[in-house]
Nanobody, 126 residues
């Protein structure tokens, strides 16, 4: 079975940057879409970024567009989220996820993601 483990979270001042990593472990020959989500205290989990299997097709919602970049290195079994110009409202637990049944494109739908990491905390001070 596949496991996803996030890392790279921490405390950063507003305007700073962080890079999150998500290492995929377990044997798999599948090429599937992956994404990042986040959940702030008292709020529902929200979509942050998505990428297709090859890394060439990406999508971001308005709150993070222009500041965050999702990428993947399939040879290293690693997904990344580069976060620049961080804002206090970016504070949340960030989760990586894989949509193993999505083979050709990205997906923004939470119910199409079937494997989730445990999350890494990102705290942005004002």
């Amino acid at each position: 079975q596949v496991q996803l483990v996030e890392s790279g979270g921490g405390l950063v001042q507003a305007g700073g940057s962080l890079r999150l990593s998500c290492v995929v472990s377990g044997r798999s020959n599948d090429r599937y879409a992956m994404g990042w989500f986040r959940q702030a205290p008292g709020k529902e989990r929200e979509f942050v970024a998505a990428v297709n299997w090859s890394g060439g097709n990406r999508y971001y919602p308005d709150p993070v567009k222009g500041r965050f970049t999702i990428s993947r290195d399939n040879a290293k079994n690693t997904l990344y989220l580069q976060m620049n110009t961080l804002k206090p409202e970016d504070t949340a637990v960030y989760y990586c996820a894989s949509a193993r049944r999505v083979y050709t494109d990205y997906t923004t739908r939470q119910n199409e993601y079937d494997t989730w990491g445990q999350g890494t905390q990102v705290t942005v001070s004002s």
